[in-house]
């Protein structure tokens, strides 16, 4: 196998990787259901494992913009619908 094919192989696996964490840390998480005040919506965390130093810290920092702007773009639009309009 070639380097390059190597490495995009396992930017693959990292990627689902990430993926699977956030997933089982989002449906871990204990709530009521309701906000941090009791009364407002609830807020959802979200999770990602991405690379800030070595040679990967530049993709990383784009990636964590990446996500930043997702998780504002939601917010800004009333939350989630599906989830009773939580941040």
Not at 12 to 41: D, E, I, M, N, Y
Not at 47 to 73: F, K, N, W
Request: proline share 3%; aromatic share 4%.
């Amino acid at each position: 196998m070639s380097m390059c094919w190597r490495k995009s192989r396992l930017l693959v696996w990292l990627a689902l990787a990430s993926l699977s964490v956030a997933l089982l840390g989002a449906g871990c998480g204990k709530g009521t259901g309701q906000g941090a005040a009791g009364g407002g919506p609830p807020e959802v965390k979200i999770g990602h494992i991405h690379p800030l130093t070595g040679s990967m810290a530049y993709e990383g920092g784009l990636m964590r913009s990446a996500i930043q702007m997702c998780v504002d773009e939601i917010n800004e639009s009333g939350g989630i619908k599906s989830l009773g309009g939580a941040k």
